[in-house]
C-alpha cells in the first residue's frame, strides 16, 4: 500500500486509496427510525413482551458491544500498523455511531417504562434503593457517553474525512474512545449485578 | 503549543477544560433527575433539585464564557458541528418533553424538568463541536 508522509512522521494512506468516510452512514438511517418507531408504539400501547424484548436485547447487545469493544477491539487496535487502524476506523465508527445511541434508546426507555409498570420506580417499592443505584449507574455511563465516547467519535471521523488525516490525532481520539467504551464496559457489570438483583 | 505537540501535530493548546466542565454539568443535571426521580410517585422537596440545576447553568455558562475567550479556536467547525448536534438533540428533548407532559408533571416540577432538560441539551452539542474543532486549528 502506498503511503504519505505526515506531520507526526508516520504513515497513513493517502486520501485516494481510503473509502470516503461518511459521518452518519445514512443507509442505517431506515434501520434506527424503524427500532425508534416500534418502541415508541410499544411503550404508547404498554406492550409488555416488545418492552421486555427492547430493554432485554437492547441492554444485552449495549452490554456486549461495550465490553468487545473495551476490552477486545481496544488491545486489538494497540497492536496494528497506523494504516491499518485508519482503515478499521474508518469502516466501524460510522456504523458506532448509529448503533450505541439506538441501543442506548432501546434499552433505557423500555427499561423505564417497564420499571414504571412494574412498580419498581415507586419509593415503596422493597428494592427501590437498587432502582436508584442503577440510575447512577447509567447516569455516570451517559456523562461518559456524551462527554468522551460519542465526541470521540465524531472528531475521529471529521479528521479521516481530510484528505491528510493526522494518524497522531485519530490514534489519540481512538484511545479516548476505546477508554471510554472499557469504562462504560466497567459500568455495564455493575449493571448486571442490579438487573440480576432486581429480577431475583 | 508545546514543542511536543507541535511535533505530533496534536492541538494541545493550553485552555479551558471544556470537557472536564461539560462533564460536570451534565452529572449535576443527572444528578437533579435522578433525585426528583427516587422521590416518584410523591413529589420530592425542590430546593436540593433547584440547587443542581443553578450548579449545571453556572457551570455551562462558565464554560462558555471560557470558551469564548479561548484564542484561534475554530468557530467555523464548532458552529458547523453544533447546529447539527443541537438539532438532532432538540428532537430527543422535544420527545422528553412530551413525555413529561403526557405523564400529567406539571407546575414547578416540570418547569425544573425542563429546565434540566434544556441545560442537558445545551451541553450535548458543545461537548461535541469542541472536541471537533479542538484539533481543527492544528491543522491551518
Redesign the interface.
Known amino acids: 500500500m502506498a503511503v504519505v508522509e505526515t506531520t507526526a512522521g508516520t504513515l497513513a494512506p493517502p486520501a485516494g486509496e481510503r473509502p470516503r468516510v461518511a459521518i452518519v452512514p445514512l443507509r442505517g438511517l431506515p434501520v434506527v427510525a424503524l427500532v425508534v418507531v416500534a418502541l415508541v408504539v410499544s411503550i404508547a400501547g404498554n406492550w409488555a413482551w416488545p418492552l421486555d424484548f427492547f430493554h432485554v436485547a437492547g441492554g444485552g447487545a449495549w452490554t456486549a458491544v461495550d465490553l468487545f469493544m473495551g476490552f477486545v477491539i481496544g488491545p486489538i487496535m494497540r497492536t496494528l500498523s497506523v494504516p491499518a487502524r485508519i482503515e478499521l476506523t474508518t469502516r466501524l465508527m460510522p456504523k458506532m455511531l448509529l448503533i450505541m445511541p439506538t441501543l442506548v434508546t432501546m434499552t433505557l426507555a423500555a427499561g423505564f417504562q417497564l420499571a414504571r409498570n412494574n412498580g419498581m420506580l415507586s419509593g415503596s417499592y422493597g428494592r427501590h434503593a437498587w432502582v436508584v443505584a442503577s440510575m447512577v449507574v447509567v447516569a455516570v455511563m451517559a456523562v461518559t457517553a456524551l462527554a468522551l465516547l460519542q465526541p470521540a467519535n465524531i472528531a475521529v471521523l471529521f479528521e479521516l474525512r481530510k484528505p491528510r488525516p493526522n494518524p497522531a490525532i485519530v490514534q489519540k481520539l481512538m484511545r479516548r474512545f476505546i477508554y471510554a467504551a472499557a469504562v462504560t464496559g466497567a459500568m455495564q457489570v455493575a449493571t448486571l449485578v442490579i438487573m440480576t438483583r432486581l429480577a431475583t | 503549543m508545546t514543542a511536543a505537540s507541535r ?4 492541538a494541545e493548546q493550553p485552555g479551558p477544560k471544556v ?1 472536564e466542565l ?2 460536570l454539568s ?2 449535576l443535571v ?2 437533579g ?2 433525585y426528583l ?6 413529589r420530592a422537596p425542590l430546593v436540593p433539585a433547584v440547587v443542581l440545576l443553578a450548579a449545571a447553568v453556572a457551570v455551562l455558562v462558565t464554560n462558555v464564557v471560557l470558551l469564548l475567550r479561548r484564542p484561534g479556536f475554530a468557530w467555523w ?1 464548532f458552529r458547523q ?1 453544533a447546529r447539527w448536534m443541537l438539532l438532532a438533540y432538540l428532537v430527543v428533548a422535544g420527545m422528553l418533553e412530551f413525555t413529561f407532559v403526557y405523564d400529567h408533571t406539571h407546575g414547578a416540577v416540570l418547569a425544573l424538568m425542563t429546565l434540566l432538560l434544556a441545560t442537558f441539551t445545551l ?2 452539542p458543545l ?2 463541536a ?3 474543532a479542538q ?2 486549528g ?2 491551518e
Do not use: H, K, Q
Open positions: 511535533t505530533t501535530g496534536l470537557t461539560g462533564m451534565i452529572g443527572a444528578g433527575v435522578i426521580a427516587a422521590y416518584l410517585p410523591r467547525r458541528v451541553n450535548v461537548l461535541a469542541f472536541t471537533v484539533f481543527e492544528s491543522r
